[in-house]
């Protein structure tokens, strides 16, 4: 079954909710799918908002896309990534083909359900995005096993391997799977007991009886894992994707076939580019597999409509993003997807680099970032290079969901959009908007929503309300509340802000996103303090830039050394004084400000492999810091001028 189309009504009002008056920006053509909501409200001040567009039908598992593209586009890639060489480089590109992808489906699949395998003995991936992983994972779609992948930061970066751990102890697995046994061992056999099967993609764990990829991918399928697949159905498990986890442990996710496949529709409704016939979506991305965004977002939309997805080994990072532009340089994505720090490198780089500007904005439709606020002097930059290059902008889609909501749920509705904006929600998805002291919170009920976390009972009567919504905890407000089919604007979340000694509230959404405006391009992000103090304080994570405010360092010298840098410090107080002549009272005024030379840390919940920051998780694990910073004895505090 294909996506359906928007009524051509819907396409038509898109296509004039887009058109620029005059002297207005001009933007690259794209089809707005949801445009419109009914909005009702009750006594008690809560509302519910929903697309008029009703959600059209979607397929009942994701598997008969695979089986549907095999048919009819056997030779098209599915997916590709650049070879390892010996040297830790990349070489030319591998391919798998959709044919070759259902093929290895029905092996692996085949050699999953002669090992018995099942939900409550599933499939844990710990490894990074790579070819076999999309195999195995394939294979237990195909099969009807569950798998997990699981952040290979997990096992790579962590040293304790608490959270490796408590994923092992929730699952029970009884297979797993890492790509390189020599970086994963010991992770493996710190945490994995003798019953468990460890299958590498090359190499051996020393004393453990290791199953190789190419076994595996070997083995002959018979009917039964043709049965198998014929037996799932929307309510079968396809895997558990794990929450990033804050001051508690990470929770299963459950994800359904229902939930996969309605969300997928409702992505090709909002979206309509997606579901193009004439041109399948074509991605580079990185994102990681065992997050929502990369893994059920991008992955299932290539499978839906028939796309392909090169795997990006780069990422946003110093070290790494040198990768990501060499791939961009190469390959011409229709859609492109990111995080905001992402965003930024590729935003710096277009300026100098016309080989990098010329193919990237090549064929491109719409850009798409999640996973943290984007600054608004990155838009300016991105906006620029555009209009030099090609004459027109393109369109940077956004909106809001999570791991429990597919994770698509709600989606801008013109070309026109501002940082924060969040748009209407996806058609077939309910919105309760629940005022929540000054706030709103926004919950979700629709067929994409997980029926809850898997063997945890209590987290699932806790995470919905007695209408059967689930409560996000984000909190939201309309962009403009006379134009309410304009959407709604992210508004922070509820648990995030908090109150000062004085008992004025601060909103800590919208002050991180100012913090992180005025600090652009040095400013990753900005942890919010102040809670029972008198006054509002920041610390900051910088990105790699800073280092370009300290000249006369070297450039590996201490982040510690260069933060202290009179340069440095002379810059952001400058940022703060800023920060400061804007306030408008103590709830938006930063009192105090410090720079943080400690990375974020990934075993302590800190940090995803996004690169987003866990404000609670920073706060708890920093409570000797933030009480210093308030107390005036940590070194180095920034204060702004004194109030007239």
């Known amino acids: 079954m294909s996506a359906a189309r ?63 593209w095999a048919q009819v586009a056997p030779d098209r890639t599915f997916m590709a990534r650049r ?96 790509a390189d046994a020599p970086r994963y061992e010991r992770a493996l056999l710190a945490t994995l007991g003798p019953e468990v099967e460890i299958v590498t993609g090359s190499g051996s764990v020393p004393g453990r009886a290791t199953t190789s990829f190419a076994a595996l991918r070997a083995t002959r399928p018979t009917p039964a894992v043709d049965a198998a697949m014929r037996a799932t159905g929307p309510d079968t498990i396809t895997k558990f994707l794990f929450t990033s986890g804050s001051t508690k442990l990470p929770k299963a996710v459950i994800n359904t076939q229902r939930m996969w496949c309605a969300n997928q529709q409702q992505m090709a409704q909002s979206m309509p580019v997606l579901a193009d016939p004439d041109t399948p979506p074509v991605l580079l991305d990185w994102l990681p597999w065992n997050h929502t965004f990369g893994g059920n977002h991008n992955v299932g939309l290539t499978l839906m409509h028939g796309g392909t997805l090169y795997i990006d080994d780069g990422k946003p990072t110093p070290a790494l993003i040198g990768e990501t532009l060499r791939n961009l340089r190469e390959i011409a994505p229709t859609v492109y997807f990111n995080v905001p720090t992402g965003f930024e490198a590729i935003a710096n780089a277009m300026k100098t680099d016309a080989v990098l500007r010329k193919n990237l904005l090549s064929r491109v439709r719409m850009f798409f970032y ?13 906006h620029a290079v555009q209009e030099q290059e090609v004459g027109e902008r393109i369109v940077m889609g956004t909106g809001l969901g999570m791991t429990e909501s597919g994770p698509f749920g709600l989606y801008i509705t013109r070309p026109e959009v501002k940082s924060g904006d969040l748009g209407l929600p996806a058609a077939g998805l309910e919105l309760k908007l629940v005022p929540s002291g000054d706030k709103t919170e926004v919950r979700y009920r629709g067929p994409n929503i997980t029926p809850g976390y898997w063997r945890s009972p209590e987290a699932t009567a806790e995470a919905f309300d007695d209408e059967g919504f689930f409560c996000t905890g984000d909190a939201v407000a309309w962009i403009d509340p006379a134009r309410p089919n304009l959407g709604l604007r992210f508004d922070g979340r509820i648990a995030e802000d908090f109150k000062l000694a004085t008992g004025t509230f601060v909103s800590v959404g919208p002050l991180r996103a100012k913090i992180i405006a005025a600090g652009a391009p040095f400013v990753q992000d900005a942890v919010i303090t102040g809670l029972n103090e008198k006054e509002v304080g920041a610390m900051l994570f910088t990105t790699g830039a800073v280092r370009t405010l300290a000249p006369g360092l070297s450039a590996d010298a201490p982040l510690a050394e260069v933060l202290v840098q009179p340069p440095v410090l002379a810059h952001f107080q400058r940022v703060l004084n800023d920060l400061a002549a804007q306030a408008t009272g103590s709830a938006n005024r930063v009192a105090r400000l410090i720079l943080l030379a400690e990375p974020p840390s990934i075993d302590k919940g800190e940090v995803t492999d996004k690169g987003s920051i866990n404000q609670r998780a920073v706060l708890k694990h920093r409570a000797e810091l933030v009480a210093a910073l308030h107390a005036g004895t940590a070194p180095n505090t920034l204060l702004p001028p004194a109030k007239n």
């Open 6 to 68: 928007p009524p051509e009504g819907a396409r038509a009002a898109a296509r004039s909710a887009q058109a620029p008056s005059s002297g207005a920006p001009r933007y690259r053509a794209l089809a707005f799918g949801i445009t419109e909501a009914e909005l009702r409200h009750t006594a008690d001040g809560t509302a519910y908002l929903k697309a008029v567009q009703p959600l059209q039908p979607y397929p009942d598992r994701l598997t008969d896309r695979l089986v549907h």
């Open 83 to 178: 070879a390892r060489m010996a040297d830790g480089s990349t070489g030319d590109w591998v391919h798998l083909s959709y044919a070759q992808a259902l093929d290895a489906a029905r092996s692996i699949g085949q050699a999953l359900l002669d090992r018995g395998l099942s939900a409550e003995r599933p499939v844990l991936i710990a490894s990074e995005n790579d070819l076999e992983h999309a195999q195995i994972a394939l294979g237990c779609l195909y099969a009807g096993i569950p798998w997990a992948p699981a952040s290979p930061a997990y096992s790579l970066v962590s040293q304790d391997y608490d959270k490796l751990r408590h994923l092992v102890n929730t699952l029970t697995p009884g297979l797993v799977y890492a």
């Open 370 to 382: 999640a996973g943290a606020a984007l600054a608004q002097p990155v838009w300016d930059t991105l």
